[in-house]
């Protein structure tokens, strides 16, 4: 069946580093989106990609989509402590589902 | 305020019992959903409604059950049937049926079966 594949399930960084999550689908995707969990929290909508070769920023963060319509990536640039949580893709799949990528959490270190 | 509720946000229940978590939407939406993360996972569809008095399963529905009787509220049922139901659920909901939107999240319920 369709897959949404997201690595790595972990990044550790130190505050000012990067982070980047890359998303990898089976399928070609209509579009993807991109949500944000806090630690102890729910989802939230970051963005929504819809156009091959798509990029788009909010702030310190960048979204792409892929030429192809099959790939994903998050990067952000000099985390902050306000970036720790879970980072989640997740694309279109049947009968008005979403497929959603199994996440990576972002870990400043101590 | 506009949004989406789910209580309790803590639920403690014995083996065997059967335990029905509220979701409820002020937002209009039409579409609603339920998902169940482990720790560590990604989110896995149990059971979704596209509009009042219709739903379907998702990819892990059994031992599972819900109701839309009403726009507003999808109540899910996890039965003594659900062989490991001590989960974190989650509720969304979107304007309507479709891949296109993004789904709005209630806060959850931390389901711990003793």
């Known amino acids: 069946g369709q897959q949404v594949m997201q690595i790595p399930q972990y990044q550790h960084v130190q505050e000012g580093e990067d982070f980047t999550t890359y998303c990898n689908s089976s399928?070609?995707?209509?579009?993807i989106q991109w949500y944000k969990q806090r630690p102890g929290g729910h989802p939230v909508f970051l963005i929504q990609l819809v156009k091959s070769g798509e990029v788009k920023k909010q702030k310190r963060l960048t979204f792409q989509f892929g030429e192809a319509k099959k790939n994903s990536s998050l990067h952000i640039t000099a985390t902050q402590t306000t970036d720790v949580g879970t980072y989640f893709c997740?694309?279109?799949?049947?009968?008005?589902?979403?497929?959603w990528g199994a996440g990576t959490k972002l870990i400043i270190k101590p | 305020d506009g949004g989406i509720t789910q209580s309790p946000k803590y639920l403690f229940r014995k083996e065997g019992q059967n335990v029905t978590l509220s979701c409820e939407q002020n937002?209009?939406?039409?579409?609603m959903y339920w998902y169940r993360q482990d720790p560590g996972q990604g989110l896995r569809l149990i059971y979704y409604?596209?509009?009042?008095?219709?739903?379907q399963k998702g990819d892990i529905a059994e031992g599972y059950s819900v109701s839309r009787e009403k726009k507003e509220s999808f109540p899910l049922t996890v039965t003594s049937a659900q062989k490991n139901p001590t989960a974190f659920y989650l509720c969304a909901s979107s304007p309507r049926g479709s891949t296109n939107n993004e789904q709005f999240f209630g806060p959850g319920t931390r389901l711990t079966v003793l």
């Open positions: 409604s596209q509009i009042v008095n219709d739903f």
């Open positions: 399928t070609t995707l209509s579009n």
């Open positions: 997740a694309g279109p799949g049947s009968n008005y589902q979403l497929i």
């Open positions: 937002l209009n939406h039409d579409a």
